[in-house]
């Protein structure tokens, strides 16, 4: 399994995350071809803190949209923030988690509450 965060490139070169069977923006099908957003830096969008967040999800869990650009095209992501400080314009790095989820404290089965992705986290 690859710890890249990747982005999906249609073959008329048009970015989606996440992947789509066709192109969102020309209607092509997708293919399998990829850019990986794990050494580039993103800037944060917007951001928000939910201080009550579900069970078995940390608290406070900041959450941001994170913007990339690449090959001149702009692509968005929501994400997790490892920091507990964040502001709209701070630059980030996305950053792989191998357990996004504390299973012990889930409502369902803790196979079921398990699973790996990525969180960004502020390098400004």
């Keep these: 399994m690859s710890t890249d965060l990747n982005v999906h490139k249609c ?5 989606c995350y996440p992947k789509h069977s066709v192109c969102p923006k ?6 399998n071809k990829t850019v990986s957003l794990s050494e580039l830096n993103g800037t ?5 803190k ?9 608290s406070p869990n900041i959450l941001a949209i994170v913007e990339y650009y690449i090959e001149g095209q702009s692509i ?4 997790g923030i ?3 400080s964040v502001n709209i314009g701070d630059v980030v790095k996305a950053t792989y988690v191998s357990s996004l989820r504390d299973a012990e404290y ?3 089965d803790e196979e079921s509450q398990t699973w790996s992705g990525h ?3 502020v390098v400004n």
């Design 119 to 121: 969180r960004f986290k």
């Design 76 to 79: 968005t992501l929501l994400g």
């Design 50 to 58: 939910s201080t009550v967040p579900p069970p078995g999800v940390r």
């Design 11 to 15: 073959p008329n070169g048009h970015l």
């Design 44 to 48: 944060v969008v917007t951001w928000t």
């Design 106 to 108: 889930g409502q369902r």
């Design 82 to 84: 490892e920091n507990e």
């Design 26 to 31: 020309c209607g092509v099908l997708m293919g």
